[in-house]
C-alpha cells in the first residue's frame, strides 16, 4: 500500500482514484441489482410453472450481488425469499411483496439499517395450517436459528414455526452475525454444534459485540445442564433441549427477556 493511497489489483491507487473507482462499481452493481429484480418480477407474473428453477436461481444470484456490493437490506429480503420459496406449499403472489421491498430499498440506496429489521418483519412467512392465523398474527416474534441443515433441524424448525414465531434459518455463523446486526431478532437460538464453529464461541461473541449484546440469545444442545462442553457457556444464557418439552422451553426463554 502507498503512503498516501490504495494497492488495488497491483497499481497503486490515490485516495480519491480508489473512491471514485468504487462509486462506478456500486452504480454498476445497482443497475445490475435493478435488472435481476426486472428479471424476478418477469418470471413472478409470467405463470410459467417450468420457469421455477430459473426464478429460484436469480434469487439467489440477486442475494450475493447485494451482499458482495454493499447492499444488506436487499441481501437479506433476498435470503427470506430464499427460504419462504424453501418452505411455502404455493408461494403465489406472496414473492412479489419480497420483490416490492427490494425495490424499495434500491430505491433508498438501501442505506438504513433500523430499517430493514422493520422491513423484514412485514415480509409473508411460511404458517402451520394447523394454527388459527389471528392467533399467529399477533405475535409477530422473530427468531433467528443458527444451526447446521440437518434433520434434527428441521424438526426445531417445524416447531418453531407450529408455534407461530417468524423463524429466521442461519446454518453458518459468520452469516448469522450479519444478519442479527441488521435484522436484529427477538431472540437468536443457537445449535451447541455447528460447521467449523463452535456454538458457544458464537454466543460469546454475539453477547461482546455492542451492535448484537442487547439481543437475547439461548443454546440449543442435547448436552445435560451443567455437564463439561458448556463449561463455558454465560451464565444468563438459557439453555433449550432436543426433547418434548423444547417448545416450552422456548416460551420461557422468551419470557425471561419479557418478549411473552
Do not use: W
Amino acid at each position: 500500500m502507498a503512503e498516501d493511497g490504495v494497492e488495488y489489483e497491483g497499481r497503486n491507487m490515490s485516495a480519491e482514484e480508489f473512491e471514485r473507482l468504487r462509486a462506478e462499481m456500486r452504480l454498476e452493481a445497482r443497475d445490475a441489482i435493478a435488472d435481476k429484480l426486472a428479471v424476478l418480477t418477469a418470471l413472478a407474473t409470467a405463470a410459467d410453472p417450468t420457469a421455477d428453477g430459473e426464478f429460484r436461481r436469480e434469487v439467489h444470484s440477486l442475494k450475493g450481488l447485494a451482499a458482495t456490493f454493499g447492499f444488506p437490506g436487499i441481501a437479506i429480503i433476498a435470503h427470506r425469499l430464499e427460504d419462504f420459496l424453501a418452505t411455502a406449499h404455493s408461494p403465489g403472489d406472496d414473492v412479489l411483496v419480497f420483490l416490492d421491498r427490494a425495490q424499495d430499498a434500491l430505491d433508498g440506496d438501501d442505506a438504513a439499517a433500523p430499517d430493514v429489521a422493520e422491513v423484514v418483519r412485514q415480509l409473508p412467512v411460511t404458517r402451520d395450517a394447523a394454527f388459527d392465523p389471528t392467533d399467529l398474527e399477533v405475535r409477530q416474534i422473530e427468531i433467528m436459528l443458527v444451526a447446521p441443515a440437518v434433520v434434527a433441524t428441521r424438526y426445531v424448525a417445524d416447531e418453531l414455526r407450529a408455534c407461530g414465531y417468524r423463524l429466521v434459518p442461519a446454518p453458518k455463523a459468520m452469516e448469522a452475525i450479519d444478519f442479527a446486526v441488521h435484522s436484529r431478532p427477538d431472540l437468536i437460538i443457537v445449535s451447541a454444534v455447528l460447521d467449523r464453529f463452535d456454538g458457544i464461541d458464537l454466543i460469546c461473541a454475539l453477547k461482546a459485540m455492542p451492535s448484537t449484546r442487547h439481543i437475547p440469545v439461548a443454546l440449543l444442545t442435547s448436552f445435560e445442564d451443567g455437564s463439561l462442553p458448556l463449561k463455558d457457556l454465560p451464565p444468563d444464557v438459557p439453555i433449550l433441549h432436543k426433547s418434548p418439552t423444547f417448545a416450552d422451553d422456548v416460551a420461557a426463554a422468551l419470557g425471561k427477556v419479557g418478549i411473552l
